[in-house]
């Protein structure tokens, strides 16, 4: 091993040495949420760029129509000015959705397909964008970096870091509490763009009871309790996203 190679991961180590110590004194989430956003699209760029995924954009009505609805629900604050969020739909029929670092949201075609509202579908992106507002992703990358994996992936200088960390990726399952953190936050900006709340109610209702949601239940565990905060935020003077014709144009966005 060279002094220069040496030297850097012994400031690889200084530096993880530091954050661990910080976080046990003050908690690893007020730290992260302290990292400015442009860090985290920049180690976007390193570890989730590789993700694979098929865009659809062969239909310029449905994509028009997505943009639109993702626009009822962001930005919609100063707090919104903080991060960003792309939303993308993908070639893939397993029902689940997912965020990434910098504020990269995937919805499969076969979540698009099974939500029944757009309402539904709103519900669904609210509470991704929950996760990217509350920085869970970064915590959560964080968390495994200092893990045996995650430091051997650092130090060991080979070719398979890229595939380990799109596998955490797909794969990462996030706590209770920080989906606990998600459906607030998504139900909060449900409430601020006057969306019906009920849509995202009905959805995860339906999870719990369809043996052909147990995908997204595995990644986003859900209860009794989900169910009864929507009943805490107000759901008066909400209106329709779009049309019923509208939306079926939406559910058909991968299709030519």
Same mark, same amino acid.
């Given at each position: 091993?060279?002094?220069?190679?040496?030297?850097?991961?012994?400031?690889?180590?200084?530096?993880?040495?530091?954050?661990?110590?910080?976080?046990?004194?003050?908690?690893?989430?007020?730290?992260?949420?302290?990292?400015?956003?442009?860090?985290?699209?920049?180690?976007?760029?390193?570890?989730?760029?590789?993700?694979?995924?098929?865009?659809?954009?062969?239909?310029? $009505?449905?994509?028009?129509? =997505?943009?639109?609805?993702?626009?009822? &629900?962001?930005?919609?604050?100063?707090? +919104?000015?903080? /991060? %960003?969020?792309?939303?993308?739909?993908?070639?893939?029929?397993?029902?689940?959705?997912?965020?990434?670092?910098?504020?990269?949201?995937?919805?499969?075609?076969?979540?698009?397909?099974?939500?029944?509202?757009?309402?539904?579908?709103?519900?669904?992106?609210?509470?991704?964008?929950?996760?990217? $507002?509350?920085?869970?992703? =970064?915590?959560?990358?964080?968390?495994? &970096?200092?893990?045996?994996?995650?430091? +051997?992936?650092? /130090? %060991?200088?080979?070719?398979?870091?890229?595939?380990?960390?799109?596998?955490?990726f797909l794969r990462m399952n996030f706590t209770r509490s920080q989906e606990a953190e998600a459906d607030e936050a998504g139900l909060r900006r449900l409430q601020k763009a006057h969306v019906d709340n009920q849509g995202f109610k009905h959805?995860?209702?339906?999870?719990?009871?369809?043996?052909?949601?147990?995908?997204? &239940?595995?990644?986003?565990?859900?209860?009794?309790?989900?169910?009864?905060?929507?009943?805490?935020?107000?759901n008066q003077g909400v209106t329709p996203i779009m049309t019923p014709e509208e939306w079926q144009v939406l559910k058909n966005y991968c299709q030519p």
């Amino acid at each position: 091993m060279t002094d220069r190679a040496s030297k850097l991961k012994g400031l690889v180590w200084v530096a993880i040495t530091c954050l661990l110590g910080v976080a046990f004194a003050f908690g690893i989430s007020p730290v992260v949420r302290a990292i400015p956003w442009n860090w985290e699209i920049s180690l976007s760029h390193l570890f989730s760029s590789d993700l694979p995924s098929q865009p659809c954009r062969q239909n310029a $009505q449905a994509e028009s129509l =997505l943009n639109r609805l993702v626009k009822r &629900i962001y930005p919609l604050d100063h707090e +919104d000015t903080l /991060f %960003s969020i792309d939303v993308q739909v993908i070639h893939n029929p397993v029902i689940n959705a997912y965020a990434a670092l910098g504020g990269k949201i995937s919805v499969n075609s076969g979540l698009l397909k099974q939500a029944e509202s757009p309402e539904e579908f709103a519900g669904v992106l609210s509470h991704e964008i929950g996760h990217v $507002q509350r920085r869970h992703i =970064l915590e959560g990358a964080i968390i495994h &970096i200092f893990t045996t994996q995650g430091i +051997d992936m650092i /130090f %060991s200088g080979g070719t398979s870091s890229t595939a380990d960390w799109t596998e955490y990726f797909l794969r990462m399952n996030f706590t209770r509490s920080q989906e606990a953190e998600a459906d607030e936050a998504g139900l909060r900006r449900l409430q601020k763009a006057h969306v019906d709340n009920q849509g995202f109610k009905h959805f995860f209702e339906r999870m719990e009871k369809s043996e052909s949601l147990s995908t997204f &239940i595995s990644d986003h565990p859900s209860n009794g309790a989900r169910m009864e905060m929507v009943d805490t935020f107000d759901n008066q003077g909400v209106t329709p996203i779009m049309t019923p014709e509208e939306w079926q144009v939406l559910k058909n966005y991968c299709q030519p």
